[in-house]
């Protein structure tokens, strides 16, 4: 059984337009996470949540709209694609703070091309 | 703000020997998690090994193990017997335990070449 799926695993698509990456985790964890992997391979947090709140949101330009309709799923939806935002997008999960398990675990990412 | 430095942007290894993977972090706080995650060509996430800052002794997984010196800032990792699965990219990264929203912040990564 998959922990954090998801979808699609690779997205190619037009400058302006408007895609979605959908992420669901099925571990009972309270905080999800979008990551950004570039094309140096450089990984950087985007957003977290936690019971569907906003945590951190890593100076993210304000195309990029994360949606968490329950705890088991963060979307990331982003408007207007621009050439760089093609790389790889991790969504994670973790329980909340203050528990010993803060070991975050990654879905398979998702690969977004824009040309 | 937390950084994260791996000088070695590529290490290769033969079959069965032993590799050192180093990674130094700059930071103020002193309640902290470090890890080390492996990316294999599959692309995927995987955890190697997680250590907490206020425990001394070093973890260990399996051939894995890592070399904390909490002063020096220092958290390098240890693949002992190295095996051709172990090919992948290696990312040191760090957690805030307080006031960060376990934000992981990655160094910029190792690529590992095992050989035949």
């Known amino acids: 059984d998959t922990a954090v799926s998801q979808t699609p695993k690779y997205l190619v698509t037009q400058m302006g337009n408007d895609k979605s990456i959908k992420c669901e985790q099925n571990l009972g964890h309270d905080t999800m996470y979008w990551y950004k992997q570039d094309s140096k391979k450089f990984l950087k947090i985007m957003f977290s949540y936690n019971n569907k709140e906003l945590i951190i949101n890593e100076t993210v330009p304000n195309r990029f709209s994360p949606k968490s309709p329950d705890k088991a799923h963060l979307n990331l939806h982003i408007n207007s694609l621009e050439l760089g935002d093609s790389a790889v997008y991790f969504c994670a999960s973790s329980p909340w703070l203050w528990t010993s398990l803060d070991t975050q675990y990654f879905g398979p990412g998702t690969r977004l091309t824009v040309l | 703000a937390q950084t994260v430095t791996q000088s070695q942007p590529e290490m290769s290894v033969q079959e069965a020997e032993t590799v050192t993977l180093s990674c130094t972090y700059d930071t103020s706080e002193s309640n902290y998690y470090l890890f080390w995650y492996k990316q294999p060509p599959s692309r995927q996430m995987i955890l190697v090994i997680r250590?907490?800052?206020?425990?001394?002794q070093n973890a260990t997984e399996n051939r894995f193990s890592v070399n904390f010196q909490k002063a020096a800032k220092s958290f390098s990792l240890k693949i002992s017997d190295s095996q051709l699965g172990d090919t992948a990219m290696y990312f040191c990264?760090?957690?805030?335990?307080?006031?960060?929203?376990?934000?992981?912040?990655f160094g910029g990564g190792t690529r590992l070449m095992v050989k035949p």
């Open positions: 250590q907490e800052a206020y425990k001394q």
């Open positions: 990264a760090f957690m805030n335990r307080v006031n960060a929203g376990n934000m992981l912040t």
